[in-house]
């Protein structure tokens, strides 16, 4: 019997860090202007030998880079800080209502949140096509333009690797699908 084919169709829901702080450009917390885009390149180092001329002998992975891209249809604060991330909220003395944002002190270390891309059409419960990105960052900068049409703008989120990395072992950046490779065991001891 023929195996189903999946084709790769429609917007995905892309979820930005996790619990309370999380942003979801899911159709419903946050909209897309456009569609977003996953970049994953990896790096190598080329061996060559006098021998072969400049032919590349061989390649060995030494790296990766990587990068989402996706352009907001709304801006608020919580969406100003994802896309300049060298940013700090004004806070109101009475209260700590945020009111606005200003840029950070410099020597600010960039923290990154892990990313989550789910397509739209499939089910919450179904993870396997979903790209999870452990911790991606804005590294660069904010343009807005104000003209007499819908206002957007872009977000591009760069790769680091994962909180607790470990460069001796695979899954330091990312993993594809529903069970995350480096998830603590949870399970009670026997």
Do not use: C
Not at 21 to 42: C, M, R, V
Not at 99 to 128: C, E, F, N, W, Y
């Amino acid at each position: 019997m023929a195996e189903e084919k999946q084709y790769i169709y429609g917007v995905a829901d892309i979820t930005i860090g996790e619990g309370a702080n999380q942003i979801k450009f899911d159709g419903k917390d946050y909209l897309q202007a456009e569609g977003g885009s996953l970049n994953l390149t990896p790096q190598y180092t080329e061996f060559t030998f006098v021998d072969f001329g400049e032919t590349v002998v061989e390649r060995r992975l030494s790296g990766w880079e990587g990068e989402v891209v996706i352009v907001a249809g709304q801006e608020d604060a919580e969406i100003l800080e994802l896309a300049l991330a060298s940013t700090e909220p004004i806070t109101e003395t009475e209260g700590g209502t945020e009111v606005g944002a200003m840029d950070a002190k410099i020597g600010t270390k960039v923290q990154g949140r892990k990313v989550r891309i789910h397509p739209r059409i499939l089910p919450d419960s179904i993870k396997d096509r979903d790209w999870n990105i452990y911790n991606m960052a804005s590294i660069g900068g904010f343009e807005r333009e104000y003209n007499a049409e819908q206002g957007n703008f872009t977000i591009t989120l760069t790769m680091m690797p994962r909180e607790g990395f470990d460069a001796s072992k695979p899954g330091n950046f990312f993993y594809r699908g529903g069970v995350d490779p480096n998830a603590e065991d949870t399970s009670p001891n026997e």
